[in-house]
């Protein structure tokens, strides 16, 4: 059976064929309550808190989860879906595009309300609208297990952002991971959530890419990652995020891509990058930045000491653009940068030399570009040695593995490092010959996830 097949067609309303009485005023478990407790007698030592039947607490996360979600999905009139059935004791589960609509949703709430092993939950696309925005805040108001949820695209509009809001005040949830992307969320939107999320400590990853949001940006201060992409902050919007970074302590990761903010916005940021020591990852990718706004970020970047990724994809940058911003890094002693994305950007074999000069100083840095002017034949990166070959002989030639050479860049002999540590590591020993194309191809191998390279596969090949 394929994993996301229904027990029957896939989960809509089935209003006609069931009727099941409901009132707005009910609570998620008592609903839950009113056919079961027919059948059976409540335990006297039962909470109060929960009202949930189940007699047999020993069979609670087998036979009893999928009763109640069979009981819920009669109560509100859907068909099951059997994937979650089959999933909900995982501590990760995925019904993004299920066609679940506020009926279905109120069924997956009903049974979440006492569950303790989904932790990860996916509903992006499924129509849920306010009334599962409801269902799905009672639940959190009485699950302290799940932590991350995706209600993106969703289309919840105002309402929702009223109904979302009033939760993240009233937060008491062990929620930290919250994605609203492309949910038609529009300026009131931001002051909602901006008013909600002012005293909200407990969010700490926030994806509100994919909405309208113009003058007005949401951050709190416990907040480390925030996605802004796609929206329509121009430079009111991007100034007014600015003031508030300027002294947050918290936020690791911003993601302000394709917003066309311009000159003026990144001229902010660099304000920002100035005073700021804390954000360590920034995309400003297309967001229509000439040279000009390129070198207040760089004037920025010869004094920022936290900063490790800066994505520039697609805006107007000329070489002479890219060599400012290289040399700023080489001016900075003290500079943390790791990652460059000017992939866009055509550059010419001088600053390919001059970027070497850079990467002697910080052996960290990697830089993307587009290629390289008139580059000859026996320089192009695509001709160097396979590095896993070379490292494969090395081990070899010393009758020892590869995971043994990999262990050895790292003083603490775990299996994952950071990704700018493990290039650091690779291009300052000198067992294998290698240099920082050869760094970025074996990365892509080891494959990097989250900022870490993870050789501990090399575990099951060890000789």
């Not at 947050?248 to 100035?274: H, I, P, Q, T, Y």
């Not at 000009?292 to 070489?319: H, Q, W």
């Not at 990166?381 to 081990?395: C, D, H, M």
């Not at 290039?423 to 010959?433: G, L, S």
């Amino acid at each position: 059976m394929d994993n996301d097949e229904p027990l029957e067609p896939e989960t809509k309303d089935e209003s006609d064929s069931v009727s099941a009485p409901q009132s707005s005023d009910e609570t998620l478990y008592c609903e839950a309550e009113a056919s079961v407790a027919a059948e059976k007698e409540k335990p006297a030592q039962e909470s109060s808190e929960t009202d949930l039947e189940i007699e047999d607490t020993e069979k609670f996360f087998t036979t009893g989860q999928k009763e109640l979600y069979l009981e819920a999905c009669k109560l509100v009139g859907v068909v099951p879906v059997s994937y979650f059935i089959r999933n909900m004791e995982e501590s990760y589960v995925n019904l993004n595009h299920h066609g679940l609509g506020p009926n279905g949703t109120k069924a997956i709430a009903i049974a979440l309300v006492s569950n303790t092993t989904v932790l990860t939950l996916e509903l992006a696309d499924n129509c849920i609208m306010q009334e599962g925005i409801l269902s799905l805040v009672e639940m959190l108001q009485e699950n302290y297990y799940l932590q991350e949820i995706n209600i993106s695209d969703n289309d919840l509009g105002l309402e929702g952002a009223r109904i979302l809001s009033e939760f993240l005040q009233n937060n008491t949830s062990s929620l930290f991971s919250l994605q609203l992307s492309g949910n038609n969320f529009k300026k009131e939107s931001a002051e909602l959530f901006c008013q909600a999320l002012s005293n909200n400590y407990r969010i700490k990853s926030l994806d509100l890419s994919h909405n309208q949001f113009c003058d007005k940006a949401a951050i709190n201060v416990g907040l480390q990652s925030l996605d802004l992409s796609w929206n329509h902050l121009y430079i009111r919007g991007v100034v007014a995020l600015c003031n508030g970074l300027r002294s947050n302590v918290s936020l690791k990761k911003l993601d302000l891509s394709m917003n066309s903010f311009g000159n003026e916005g990144a001229a902010a940021l660099g304000e920002v990058l100035r005073l700021n020591s804390y954000l360590t990852y920034l995309d400003l990718s297309s967001n229509n930045i000439t040279n000009d706004g390129l070198s207040k970020i760089s004037r920025a970047l010869e004094l920022n000491e936290s900063l490790k990724v800066l994505k520039l994809f697609l805006n107007p940058i000329s070489m002479d653009g890219a060599v400012l911003l290289i040399l700023s890094i080489k001016r900075n002693p003290k500079s943390k940068m790791e990652d460059i994305d000017i992939s866009n950007v055509l550059v010419s074999e001088q600053f390919v030399k001059i970027l070497d000069g850079v990467c002697a100083i910080h052996p960290q840095l990697d830089v993307l570009y587009k290629s390289v002017q008139a580059l000859s034949a026996k320089k192009t990166p695509f001709t160097w040695t396979n590095p896993v070959k070379l490292i494969q002989s090395y081990a070899d030639q010393n009758k020892i593995s590869i995971l043994d050479f990999f262990r050895s860049l790292n003083p603490s002999g775990e299996l994952m490092m950071p990704v700018g540590e493990f290039r650091k590591a690779m291009i300052q020993q000198n067992k294998v010959p290698i240099n920082r194309y050869q760094v970025r191809e074996l990365i892509k191998k080891l494959g990097e996830k989250t900022g870490m390279v993870d050789f501990s596969f090399l575990t099951m090949t060890r000789s």
